[in-house]
């Protein structure tokens, strides 16, 4: 978060000419900022907001750039030096905190830091070197200790403030309250941990059905890992098949079955190839949809994917 913070006051509020954006670069990327809005997934806590509230940026939000919106709203707006040093740093942290590629990419992962820390200086100045930046070279050696970032991140404890105030009913005995709601809590969810919660809601009747026999249709569907919705935010999905698809409606059979009728999109392409394909951490460009209609029941589905379109002049 530190290193992700400094970066954007640098380059939006530093005193230092080659990285600091002018006045219209910063306009074009708080613009770029606001128009992801409506295609950011409800999984995320917070949606982009522009920079004139930087200030206010809580650290799920740093997060969230350096991972996700970054390497789309900064593409030509930043140099290519500062934007291709930018990509280091995205990739390097995409590796250690993807549970698959933590361990197999971590060699790779120590590199892309070093060099990102070793240039660091040249583009910002030796004076930005602080501890946060440092800090990075040893995060791979952290992460094949601990797992991935996010097992030893504090965001959890950060976003948790606000609940565990809300615990306390009297200034008397603060932290016992709030311990002893804790543990009811957490026996509650070890009750249900086992359950798995498959639930479709918000019924319509306007979507496509492929001639299915169909007994309801639903604008909206729960699976345990994330949310199928009928809107540009919550709608692009990747199958186990490797496959991306854009959902049009959700229905269930007269057998019970719940079934996502949708179309693929074509071939997808990097959407950048320095310092590495973007497709290996399925980071991609995909191309127009195909008109034919397709179902898939529900267990085909991966991983749900990050739709967003910044349109260029």
């Not at 770029?32 to 004139?52: D, S």
């Not at 990739?91 to 993807?98: R, V």
Request: hydrophobic share 35%; net charge positive.
């Amino acid at each position: 978060m530190g290193v992700m913070r400094k970066m954007l006051y640098l380059w939006t509020q530093g005193k230092t000419k080659p990285c600091k954006l002018s006045a219209r670069q910063r306009r074009q990327l708080s613009d770029n900022l606001l128009i992801l809005q409506p295609f950011v997934p409800v999984e995320f806590q917070r949606k982009p907001r522009a920079l004139k509230e930087l200030d206010r940026f809580k650290a799920t939000e740093f997060r969230q750039f350096l991972l996700y919106t970054g390497p789309v709203v900064l593409k030509n707006v930043l140099s290519r030096e500062y934007f291709e040093h930018f990509l280091i740093f995205h990739a390097a942290i995409t590796i250690l905190c993807s549970e698959k590629y933590h361990r197999e990419f971590n060699n790779d992962a120590a590199d892309l830091l070093k060099i990102f820390v070793r240039d660091f200086p040249k583009l910002y100045g030796k004076n930005q070197v602080s501890y946060n930046v440092h800090g990075l070279l040893h995060l791979s050696s952290d992460s094949l200790l601990l797992g991935p970032l996010d097992n030893f991140s504090t965001f959890p404890f950060e976003n948790n403030l606000q609940h565990m105030k809300k615990l306390v009913k009297s200034t008397r005995l603060p932290l016992i309250q709030i311990s002893n709601r804790i543990c009811e809590k957490m026996q509650i969810s070890s009750m249900h941990s086992n359950q798995v919660r498959t639930a479709a809601s918000i019924p319509h009747t306007s979507g496509p059905t492929l001639n299915i026999p169909v007994q309801e249709q639903y604008r909206k569907l729960v699976l345990p890992k994330f949310t199928v919705r009928l809107n540009d935010a919550d709608n692009t999905f990747i199958l186990k098949c490797g496959s991306v698809i854009q959902v049009k409606n959700i229905v269930k059979s007269t057998q019970g079955k719940l079934i996502i009728i949708g179309r693929k999109y074509s071939h997808g392409r990097s959407f950048y190839s320095y310092p590495c394909e973007s497709t290996a951490f399925k980071i991609q460009r995909n191309g127009n949809t195909f008109r034919d209609l397709q179902a898939w029941g529900c267990i085909r589905v991966a991983n749900k994917m990050r739709f967003s379109t910044i349109q260029r002049k």
